[in-house]
């Protein structure tokens, strides 16, 4: 029998979605085959995620699911990949017997191997990092579609004090601008109309030669028609070089994810995120003059040790002052191995509760303000997907990566650049009515 039927389910970041494309272009080319039905696959894999504690909880609960599954089908082989395999290492396997592959992020290429080794009976194991691997030489399995993900640098250098990334991507490395630009080159050719660059800290890519500002420029100059995004940009490293390409390329989006995790000086001390409120306002204010219409959206962290009320109130601030577009915001989540897990976990859950609603309800509110004052306004949007909620509408993103309802009809295709102006909007959604097809794309 051939066993060669591979299911995947993909966890957390987007660093995890391209990771599990890797993945299935190393598997494609040994002869496995994706398939989407857990219940008829010979391989089970689970690319995870182990930046806050629920993130595993969710985890442990799908794999008492997969277990039964496993009853049933004793030789379907089970595996964990990414970020928990690396933290958990062979605690999983002695933990949870069904589990027979234990795959960190920097050993997918002993994957066919380690599985093999499985089905002859034994565990697999691979969780040593590496500081050279980024996957560059492979070809990552991509569906056909609009938007397409690279990921140019792996692993973080900034130990932030809460993170655990540092520990379970190890250290920071980049793909050469040239292997980058040659998979842009591919995706655009195949039709993909958008591509986001990322990296867990994307302004510190460097191949020796370039820098992130190089790679961004090179990336936009393959084709016109092909948008570019990129995440995730840290605040110590973002220049003002990197400021005037995006507004230089008409390609490169108006949008920058900025994580500011709090608004204290005193707690980002705590966190070492190594720049001050100051600074961080700084180049939102830099950033808005260089590219006007840019737009901003964050990460935020409640309830980190010893963070005040006040200093709560401060994080409620520099919302206020940025007017975020969007903002990820979550309760703060103690990382064994982490700089932070040593100090007391002091702040109550109830307050942690209190406040992440606090910052979710004004953020709401600014988003919402936000999108009233673009009513009566044009933009363009990438035609993405039909409307969920009604077979009369498309819906698609501008390039500040807001989400834009738009009817269907006058020629309007899926991959169609579109000019739209806007007539309505919520917090989360713009509704705009047709004007052009555009079809060479520009601001
Ligand atoms: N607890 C809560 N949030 C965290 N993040 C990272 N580590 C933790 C943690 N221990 C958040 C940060 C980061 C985002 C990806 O996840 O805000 O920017
Ligand atoms: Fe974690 Fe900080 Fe690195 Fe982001 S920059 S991955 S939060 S250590």
Known sequence: MNKNKVYIETYGCQMNLADTE??????????????KEIDSADV????????RDN????????LGNIGTLKQKNPNMVIGILGCMAERLRDDLIKKKKM?????GPDEYRR???????????GKGIGVKLSRTETYEDIEPYREEGLAAWISVMRGCDKFCTYCVVP??????????????????RLLSERGFREVTLLGQNVNSYSDGENDFADLLTACAEVDNNLRIRFMTSHPQDLSDKLLYIISEYSNICNYIHLPVQSGSDRVLKEMNRTYTIEHYLGIIERARKIIPSVTFSTDIIVGFPTETEEEHKMTLDIMAKVRYDGAFMFKYSPRKGTRAFKMEDDIPENVKSRRLTEIIDQQLKIAYEINQELIGTEDIVLVENLSKKSDQFYSGRTDTNKIVILPIGNNVKIGDFVKVKLYKATSATLFGDFIEIVDVYRK
């Open 111 to 121: 994957l066919p191997e380690l599985i093999d080794t499985a089905f002859a009976g």
């Open 99 to 103: 589990v027979d592959l234990v795959v």
């Open 55 to 62: 993130a595993e909880q969710r985890i442990h609960g799908r």
């Open 44 to 51: 089970v894999l689970l690319n995870t995620c182990s930046v």
């Open 22 to 35: 890797v993945v299935m272009g190393i598997l494609n080319n040994k002869g496995y085959e994706l398939t």
């Open 167 to 184: 520990f379970t991507r190890g250290r920071e490395r980049s793909s050469k601008l040239t292997s980058v630009v040659e998979e842009v």
